[in-house]
């Protein structure tokens, strides 16, 4: 009986002991809740994150947090200066990789996006565009996708005359539905 308890105190004793590390997961939720409280939306956070995320999507490429964190990073990588392109590549490879997902729609879309915002390279933004509404033609940015790809192609009028048109449409598209 003496053995029996002396092994449970000694069992408990080294329970207690073992601490728990922290998963990846877990410190991807510490970092995210940091960058949230982050107005600044410090650099060297952001990196560390995208970077976890990433790590996480190689090491668990089924699991399904893995396309949301993509998507994530990418997001990331949109915001920061000089990393235009690998947004575009984690954008792609959130595509590529995870075709069926929900997500996999706003990644094409996003990619033209970034060619479009952040770098003005029309013929990009177009492919992109075009390939998304080739793919997805009544995806909810579907018209987003319109709108923009109209833009693009509308060398002519200048972008403010093409804010006028889509105000003057959308108007009377609104009335036309009211009566």
């Given amino acids: 009986m ?13 329970a207690c002991q073992t601490v728990k590390e922290p998963t990846l997961k877990d410190r991807i939720a510490e970092m995210e809740a940091e960058m949230a409280d982050d107005v ?3 650099s060297a ?4 994150l995208t970077r976890a995320y990433e790590k996480y999507v190689s090491e668990n490429p089924e699991d399904s947090l893995s396309p949301y964190y993509l998507s994530k990073a990418a997001d990331i990588y949109k915001e920061v200066p000089r990393r235009g392109l690998k947004s575009v590549n ?4 959130l595509f590529v990789e995870y075709p069926e997902h929900p997500l996999a729609p706003r990644a094409v879309f996003m990619i033209g996006f970034v060619f479009d915002e952040k770098y003005n390279d029309r013929e990009r933004a177009t492919k992109s565009y075009t390939f998304f509404l080739e793919q997805y033609p009544n995806h909810e940015l579907a018209d987003d996708a319109r709108n923009l790809l109209a833009l693009l192609n509308d060398t002519t009028a200048s972008q403010l005359d093409q804010v006028k048109m889509w105000r003057q449409k959308a108007d009377s598209t609104q009335l036309k539905s009211q009566e």
């Fill in 90 to 93: 984690t954008y792609n490879q």
């Fill in 2 to 14: 003496k053995n029996l308890i002396l092994l449970f105190l000694v069992a408990s004793a080294v």
């Fill in 45 to 48: 956070m952001a990196h560390k």
């Fill in 40 to 42: 600044t939306q410090d």
